[in-house]
């Protein structure tokens, strides 16, 4: 590799020299490489694209604060805690944009597959096409989430946990037709491996927890919630509601930590974030009267 172009060997003293094309975001990548500060890992190259991975070694931060982290369908809710357990505040992230792609895509494939329906090899090329257009999409909007939530735990230096959904398919697969398509597009393990690595490069620790209860146990006394409208769960023993987000961040602090402190009912923050990666700021109690309104 020599700057923003890569030469391959074709033979004995023979090379191609290909143009890369690159971004502002990339070419920070390649001036800290030309500086010395990475070092560059295998290139992969494919039809219609050149993957340039770039490592260095990174010494974990003493971490000051845990952020705990729970990754939902249309949001990504967290909660910041300091060494002692108090929560300095609680945030929920609104990705409904990620579904939004989704079904927009999806509506667009029945389309095509009824077009196409008589010329199997052009609805695979089409197919093949718009599955490229809609990974991107949502990649790119995923990776600008993660960059929200790590920029986050960085300014707090907080180690952070999120719950291990590895085996979360399984349970996925035994719901009803039209549930298992909808949640079978969810990029939960994606946006985690975007918060993973980012974290890392930062010097900032991840861990994972068994989920088991996060969403469903009061983290003050451990009974069981009950529901109370949508999103909203109740504490009998406790009388306390709490929005089923801020729980699940709870009790992943309370698996991983010990038991927290000043623990939060409904998010301090909510944030729209939008396809340029921005965030909006939203009232709470406006955003959750919207989202409370029956369906």
Known sequence: MRGERIRIVTAPRKFVTIELVVGEYQREFIEGWRRGKYDIGEIIIKRDCIIVPFKRKVKLKEPRAVMTIDVNEK????????????????????IYKVKRIHENYSRKRQKIQEKLAKKPKKLKEVMHKYSGRERRKIEDY????SVFIVREATRYNAEIIMEDLKNIRDSINRKRKNLRRRLNRWNFRKLQFFIEYKAKWNGLNVKYIEPNGSSSLCPICGCRLNPKGRRILKCNRCEITFDRDIVATLNLFKSGCGEPRSPRTLPDEVWLIKPDGTGELLKVDEYYEKLLKPP
């Not at 949001?75 to 992230?93: A, E």
């Open 142 to 145: 995923l990776h600008k989430v």
């Open 75 to 94: 949001n990504v809710t967290y909660t910041v805690f300091d060494r002692d357990g108090d929560v300095i505040k609680s945030v929920r992230l609104d």
